[in-house]
């Protein structure tokens, strides 16, 4: 299970229509894209705009994925909250033909004690029939997952990694430092993923890999042959794009670059709303920079 989610995941986009139904055949384009430079697919999770989508939608989702997916690669999907018994009866009620593994957020809001974070993940582990990986992401559920948290939560034989987006690099190494073997560090920060490679991270769950799968690609490729000069250079070539990706909510940035790719429109849905007549301009004015340096 390790090998199999080791590099990028891409953490999907839900494309919406104009009428603010789900977009399936720009769902399928965005599959192939991706497809040619990643090596799992994340589906609904924050990027997917879960907190939106209706359950049923979201196993629609699911089975949209599994259905076309270009390259057989491997699923995770998101199932997580701040009610553990309501997390409980959604793994009983899912349907995990074609899923590998679950990508479960810390809980939020409620803001639990280290203990109850420990207990809400043991409970989800103990009665999910896929493998969790931890999401520990406090700039949304104002709460962190300490490393001694996760290194206890490690041993847990249902819990195979950590996606970590606490930006804490610190926190990071010491989990690095005292995981076991198999445990898998991913990164939640798409511009912190060379440096967490270098510490012993084995991949990514990326917003940016919507719309440059292949830079993520040689990312990985060269990190994992310590060819670190390789990596940098395709992290630094998504340095200007990624501040204006959060400039107005994920993933109101990475759907208007996905718009200007061509694979699906920027809608969103409520309380977000599309971005900007600015922030659109500013992305455009990028993608066609990068764009003339790449034939330059």
Do not use: W
């Not at 907190?51 to 979201?58: D, G, I, R, S």
């Not at 196993?59 to 390259?71: F, G, H, M, R, S």
């Not at 997580?80 to 349907?95: F, R, W, Y």
């Not at 440059?212 to 070539?237: C, E, G, V």
Request: aromatic content about 6%; charged content about 20%; some cysteine.
């Amino acid at each position: 299970m390790m090998k199999k989610l080791e590099g990028t995941g891409v953490a999907l986009v839900t494309p919406f229509t104009s009428n603010n139904t789900i977009d399936y055949p720009a769902l399928k384009r965005l599959l192939r894209h991706t497809a040619k430079g990643v090596d799992y697919y994340v589906v609904m999770g924050t990027t997917g705009e879960s907190v939106t989508v209706t359950a049923e939608e979201k196993k629609k989702v699911l089975q949209c994925v599994t259905d076309n997916n270009p390259a057989g690669l491997p699923v995770v999907y998101g199932i997580g909250g701040n009610n553990t018994q309501a997390v409980l009866e959604t793994i009983k009620s899912t349907d995990f033909t074609g899923v590998d593994a679950v990508l479960s957020v810390s809980p939020y809001y409620n803001k639990p004690s280290q203990e109850g974070i420990v207990q809400h993940f043991k409970t989800i582990a103990d009665a999910c029939p896929v493998p969790i990986i931890l999401y520990n992401v406090p700039g949304r559920t104002s709460s962190n997952l300490t490393a001694e948290t996760t290194l206890r939560l490690s041993t847990h034989p249902n819990i195979i990694g950590i996606k970590e987006a606490s930006g804490n690099l610190e926190q990071c190494m010491k989990i690095s430092k005292g995981m076991p073997r198999n445990f898998l560090l991913i990164s939640g920060d798409d511009l912190l993923t060379v440096p967490l490679y270098s510490i012993g991270a084995r991949g990514v769950i990326s917003v940016l890999a919507n719309a440059f799968p292949l830079a993520f690609k040689q990312m990985k490729d060269s990190a994992f042959k310590s060819d670190y000069a390789s990596a940098q250079k395709a992290l630094f070539s998504m340095l200007e794009i990624n501040g204006p990706m959060y400039e107005e909510g994920n993933p109101v940035g990475i759907k208007q670059v996905l718009q200007e790719l061509g694979i699906c429109k920027n809608f969103v849905r409520l309380p977000l709303v599309p971005a900007s007549a600015g922030l659109q301009k500013k992305i455009k004015s990028i993608i066609l920079g990068s764009t003339k340096k790449r034939k330059g």
